[in-house]
């Protein structure tokens, strides 16, 4: 039987541990065991039971005190993963081999690691020698939403991403809980959003030399129309379900299961929020 693993990606500040603390929560109510492994080499504490810690193996700290190396902070974790590849029985005997595992990979926030370098494809190929089927969730901070060039940019590494690995993914706009309440009425208009919608914000936060650049991005990204986003509120269980639920779809870990669409925020305004705040 197939073991199944989410890659929990995206930039520094996301919310990835919190994720993987409210996923492996969410799963013991449940009564679903699943074990979650930690990649960053530079972690300091985790809000989760740790099954794996490549720390045991390598950590940024052992690199940049290795005086041959002199490596700086991202040049020794870009060493670490790449240790990590050339070490991998490590991980092989830790994860063990029982059938049906799940595992929640919480990864580190160095965006470079998953939009150009192929550290992180390589790894994903081993996990799928070992019959173990990942999906990639990739976190973007909610606040992004209150610049649109931003939020541009965050897109634009979104499908960076998903273009480099290759594998099953979902684009998750995390800390919803903290939006302002008119932010979240005006939610439901970002997560599949259109090049109309990101050109009118555009004026408001970007100046005139960058702003054509923008456009162009924003009508690029609406023409391939492959960044969609589910909403996660760590503080609704429902937010946290259904994006469970679109995960194990994507895993194929239930053929029985039905995909449900994210649930819309009520909203008595569809054009007040974020647009009409910038």
């Known amino acids: 039987m197939p073991r199944y693993a989410q890659l929990v990606m995206g930039p520094a500040g996301a919310g990835k541990s919190t994720y993987v603390s409210t996923v492996e929560q969410h799963y013991q109510v449940l009564k679903r065991k699943v074990h979650c492994i930690n990649l960053d080499p530079a972690a300091e504490f985790f809000r989760y039971q740790v099954q794996c810690d490549i720390r045991e193996l390598i950590s940024v700290d052992d690199v940049m005190e290795d005086s041959e190396l002199n490596f700086g902070p991202n040049g020794g974790l870009v060493f670490c993963m790449e240790y990590l590849i050339k070490n991998t029985e490590w991980l092989e005997e830790c994860l063990g081999e029982v059938d049906e595992d799940y595992f929640i990979i919480d990864c580190p926030g160095q965006i470079e690691i998953y939009t150009h370098m192929d550290v992180m494809k390589r790894f994903i190929s081993t996990l799928e020698r070992w019959d173990i089927r990942v999906a990639a969730v990739y976190l973007l901070d909610s606040q992004f939403l209150v610049e649109p060039s931003k939020f541009i940019a965050g897109m634009c590494s979104a499908l960076s991403a998903m273009v480099q690995l290759q594998v099953p993914h979902v684009n998750v706009l995390s800390k919803i809980d903290l939006l302002s309440v008119k932010d979240k009425e005006a939610l439901d208009r970002w ?16 100046n005139k030399r960058h702003a054509r650049l923008s456009e162009i991005l924003a ?6 129309s492959l960044i969609h986003f589910v909403p996660l509120n760590i503080e609704d269980e429902d937010s946290v379900s ?10 194929q870990i239930s053929d029985d299961a039905e995909p449900r669409e994210p649930r819309d925020y009520d909203r008595d305004d569809e054009e007040s929020g974020f647009g009409d705040e910038l």
Do not use: A, G, H, N
């Not at 997560?191 to 970007?206: A, F, G, K, M, N």
């Open 219 to 224: 009508k690029l990204l609406d023409d391939y």
């Open 242 to 251: 259904d994006l469970c639920l679109q995960i194990d779809m994507l895993l």
């Open 191 to 206: 997560l599949d959003p259109s090049e109309q919608l990101l050109v009118e914000c555009l004026p408001r936060t970007t």
